[in-house]
């Protein structure tokens, strides 16, 4: 038991650290360093050919279709004892908590619904989102860090894509890089015609970010996006008022217009026994923000002190997410 409330402590403690950033699409970028070689599949944390075995607890439970799912993790490099300014995909232990965490808990939500790719990147550390750092060296960072999901992407189109139907899904850091990716790349050009989705969680996206890529409002609909930030009911950030209010949110159960839902609605969140917990969580959306009440999970009583739940924008509804992913992909699929 004790080294099972350790494991829930750590996975915890690593994404509540990058609540500390303001988290929304605004940047404009212009590519620095050298990329990566992604010719090379150890810089890739999931490929068609590499699979981790972190991923080894998804199993089958239905169609695989032919499409790829493009995948990009939130920020890894959080420690304040860490100087540098970006991840080290060649230090193991970077590797190591990219997979137990972000692939593990996120990137298996989509995991074999088709192919998976999934780039290791040299992520901008935490510090890098605050306002007293970025002109210091986290701009830098974060223009550099989407250099290499620029280049990693690139790769991807070039030699793996063969004209399949794309899914961008991301989170926190990785979603501010996806949303400069749809817009270097998809909106108003000939790729916009194989998005499926795009899965942009952990950002507050306002309205007039994309000109031509929308905003999904039914579980059926393809071509656009869907966007959520989730908090404790009846708190809010701090810097709610400044980046979440008036945002676009998604209510991520039943991907539609409504405002609550109950608990036999939610269809189920991963946690970190691997185990799925169905009907265990019922939301309410308000101006910019997801509303959840405490999972009905073990060891509740310590998430009830958890107000930011980030950390588990996607693992919450890891199967609402998988299921309402199925249905777009079939609902693409269906009109080719």
Known sequence: MKKKVNSLTLLISLFLLQSCSKRYLSSVYQPIT?????????????????????????????????VDVFYIHPTITTSPKDNSWRGNILDENYRQATLNTAIKYQCSAWYGLGRTFAPFYRDAHIRSFQDKFKPVGGDAALQSAYHDIKSAFQYYLKHENKGRPILIVSHSQGTLHAGQLLKDFF????????????????????????????????????????????????????????????????????????????????????????????????????????????????????????????????????????ENSRQRIEAFLAKR
């Open 187 to 322: 909106e108003d050009q000939p790729l916009q015609k194989q998005l499926v989705a795009a899965y942009l969680v952990g950002i507050a996206v306002k309205d007039h970010y994309f000109q031509s890529i929308t905003f999904m409002t039914k579980p059926d609909e393809t071509g656009g996006f869907v966007t959520w930030n989730t908090y404790k009911r009846k708190h809010l950030p701090d810097d709610y008022e400044q980046w979440y209010k008036g945002s676009l949110t998604t209510n991520p159960i039943t991907w539609d217009d409504q405002k609550a839902t109950t608990y036999d609605q939610h269809k189920g969140l991963t946690f970190y026994d691997e185990k799925l917990y169905p009907n265990s969580v019922k939301i309410e959306i308000i101006d910019g923000m997801v509303w959840t009440r405490t999972p009905k999970v073990p060891k509740r009583f310590w998430l009830s002190f958890v107000k930011d739940y980030h950390f588990a924008d996607i693992t919450i509804f890891w199967k609402d997410i998988r």
């Open 34 to 66: 050298a990329p990566i070689d992604y010719k090379d599949l150890e810089n890739w944390a999931v490929h068609p050919q590499n699979k981790p075995s972190q991923l080894d607890f998804v199993k089958p439970d239905g169609n695989t279709y032919d």
